[in-house]
């Protein structure tokens, strides 16, 4: 079952639209990321967070941008999409288990498609 | 810097053949290690983990050995099913960030 949401799964837009990739999650981890993931599987982190009103930037540099208000809720948005921000995006967040390993737990993707 | 090193895929089995997907990594220190599964059109999953050396890893008939001295963590089944066909991710992680290897490809064909 999954515990944590991701909308649209599938989107194509024109180049210039403001996008906004939803991302919910319902077992209260504080700590929350998006990854981009290339047509060739490789995956960059883009932006992660610790908590409300905590976000930073990842390994790899992205126009795109997040927020933190709410401990379930880290949408990303694009508010000029080209179409080099064509790829998938996934949401993850984790919590910090007693064996000392951070354990991801992903959404299925949203599928970007800019025209 | 830290980084992982997968096989190169496709990797092509037919079914009830062994499989191995070899990764081997790179870190400054004793990180944690995971195996994730991607089938088609969904996220990650996580398949199994090792958080030090000599800790096996096991899941769904997959295995993993954490092998500190030739820093490789390769997952192995001994009998493959079509349903196992997906794209498998081997990664690290010290603290809050996983660092990814490129994933394999894995087709099993009846």
């Known amino acids: 079952e999954a515990d944590i949401y991701q909308t649209p799964r599938y989107l194509v837009i024109g180049t210039g639209k403001k996008i906004t990739l939803e991302c919910s999650q319902t077992?209260?981890?504080?700590?929350m990321y998006w990854y981009q993931q290339d047509p060739g599987m490789e995956l960059h982190l883009i932006h992660y967070s610790y908590g409300v009103n905590s976000t930073e930037k990842g390994d790899l540099s992205s126009e795109s941008t997040v927020s933190r208000i709410r401990t379930e809720h880290f949408p990303l948005t694009l508010e000029s999409a080209r179409p080099s921000h064509t790829s998938q995006y996934l949401c993850a967040s984790s919590e910090w288990r007693d064996s000392g390993a951070n354990v991801l737990t992903f959404g299925a993707g949203s599928r970007l498609t800019v025209l | 810097g830290n980084s992982v090193t997968q096989m190169e895929g496709p990797v092509t089995l037919s079914e009830e053949a062994f499989l191995t997907i070899n990764c081997t990594y790179t870190?400054?220190?004793?990180?944690?290690l995971f195996w994730y599964v991607q089938y088609p059109g969904e996220g990650l999953q996580l398949l199994l983990k090792a958080t030090k050396a000599d800790d096996k890893g096991s899941n769904k008939g997959f295995e993993a050995t954490y092998r500190k001295e030739t820093t490789s963590f390769h997952l192995e089944k001994g009998s493959v099913q079509v349903s196992d066909s997906a794209v498998y991710f081997c990664?690290?992680?010290?603290?809050?960030?996983?660092?990814f290897g490129t994933g394999t490809r894995l087709q099993v064909f009846p």
């Open positions: 870190a400054t220190g004793y990180p944690s």
């Open positions: 990664a690290l992680s010290f603290t809050d960030k996983l660092i």
């Open positions: 077992m209260g981890h504080d700590k």
